[in-house]
């Protein structure tokens, strides 16, 4: 796969197919990487201070409550844009965008100030349906699987699309 070839169409059907997912526990790695669970790429460690640590410490993971509402959503995004960030709570499928929005609508009434003036006014619950790969996949991910997917600290939450 490192290496760029050019090979015709028509003598695919002369070779055997190659299945590229390995299987077993060497499956799970695989999946896991292409995800990009262990290999996304870091938040800066600005990003890390202004945004990830107060949305862990005080607004998700404040109380069971609001973990509870955190549960509700299987990824946090965060995409630059001109004056500041828009913050993007993905809905997990197991929910309605109307309960996505109601999350977010009471957990953004916990952001604290310098959180709430990095994000611009696009900032919100977004469904499955609505998020395009392109901004998946340029996308910051704030990592919150610890808090929210947690079996001891959330019951019921969403699993994590990585």
């Known amino acids: ?13 002369r070779h055997d197919a190659i299945n590229v997912v390995p299987e077993g526990q060497a499956r799970d790695r695989f999946r896991l990487r292409l995800g990009q669970r262990f290999s996304r ?17 005080k607004v998700v993971g404040r109380n069971a409550t609001t973990r509870g509402q ?11 844009e001109e004056g500041g960030f828009r913050l993007l709570a993905v809905v997990s499928p197991g ?11 009471q957990l ?3 952001f604290p100030e310098d ?3 990095l994000l611009t006014d696009a900032s919100g619950a977004i469904s499955m349906e609505q998020l395009d790969f392109l901004t998946w996949l ?24 990585r």
């Open 1 to 13: 796969m490192r290496v760029k070839a050019w090979f015709p169409k028509d003598l695919l059907p």
């Open 41 to 57: 790429q870091a938040l800066s460690a600005e990003l890390v201070v202004r945004v990830q640590r107060p949305l862990i410490d």
């Open 70 to 80: 955190g549960a509700i959503f299987t990824d946090w995004l965060l995409l630059p």
């Open 95 to 105: 929910h309605s965008p109307q309960e996505g929005d109601d999350a977010y609508e």
């Open 108 to 110: 953004s009434q916990l």
């Open 115 to 117: 959180l709430e003036s």
């Open 138 to 161: 340029t996308a910051l991910k704030i990592n919150l699987d610890e808090l929210s997917w947690h079996p001891t600290k959330s019951g019921a939450g969403a699993e994590p699309t």
